[in-house]
């Protein structure tokens, strides 16, 4: 029984000096740990660290007392003259596979990142190029507007949305143009002055603020 709780301590102390930041004191579900959460290795665990070959350095009430724990010089120096050093370079090299092993997931999850923003980059400057031209777009056609013989009247949105429909844009769309214009103060929106029910095709129409803009002219 002496044998096999000194094999446990050394292989803790192995474990230790392979992960120089630390490692919960026992085993967890899902996570590593110097010593198994059993019965005969607690106490075994308690008194590494009272001899000081153990020092905890993180402490965790929430997660059920889990405890981090470091090698000390000491354990350094109980594990180079006990430990058997096949086993010792046996669990380091056991390290390395497993660290090689997370620099290959985390290699490939960034390559799927590059092959993905390779393909969604150039569609988002296709997406600000078709809005720059909208925007280019809107501001003609009302430039065109008060051109004619109607401008002395605003133009509803309907009727300029009518003259973009070349452009394949969406409601949606020409209303995201709409407010951008208004925000960058190159345009003005009129609110709806009457009765809602009497409104025509009232789906042109875009709250700006608290009120129903309705017609569009140039600054």
Not at 61 to 76: D, I, P, S, Y
Not at 139 to 168: N, Y
């Amino acid at each position: 029984m002496a044998d096999l709780s000194h094999q446990l301590l050394l292989d803790a102390l192995t474990r230790a000096a392979a992960e120089p930041g630390g490692l919960s004191l026992y085993a967890q579900k899902g996570e590593a740990g110097l010593f198994p959460a059993t019965s005969k290795a607690k106490p075994l665990a308690e008194r590494a660290k009272a001899e000081g070959l153990l020092r905890a350095v993180e402490f965790d009430n929430k997660a059920k007392g889990r405890e981090v724990c470091v090698l000390t010089e000491k354990g350094m120096q109980l594990l180079a003259r006990e430990a058997n050093p096949k086993q010792v370079v046996e669990d380091f090299v056991r390290v390395l596979e497993d660290r090689q092993a997370e620099v290959t997931r985390m290699a490939d999850s960034l390559t799927a990142i590059r092959e993905t923003l390779k393909h969604v980059l150039p569609r988002l400057g296709e997406k600000s190029a078709a809005a720059d031209g909208l925007i280019a777009d809107i501001k003609g056609r009302l430039a065109e507007w008060h051109a004619s013989a109607e401008a002395s009247q605003d133009c509803p949105l309907p009727t300029l949305f009518a003259k973009l429909e070349g452009a394949g844009a969406s409601i949606g769309q020409f209303h995201d143009a709409l407010r951008q214009l208004h925000d960058d103060h190159q345009i003005y929106l009129h609110p709806w002055t009457g009765a809602l029910y009497a409104m025509p095709d009232p789906a042109y129409a875009l709250l700006v603020g608290h009120e129903i803009a309705y017609y569009a002219s140039g600054r």
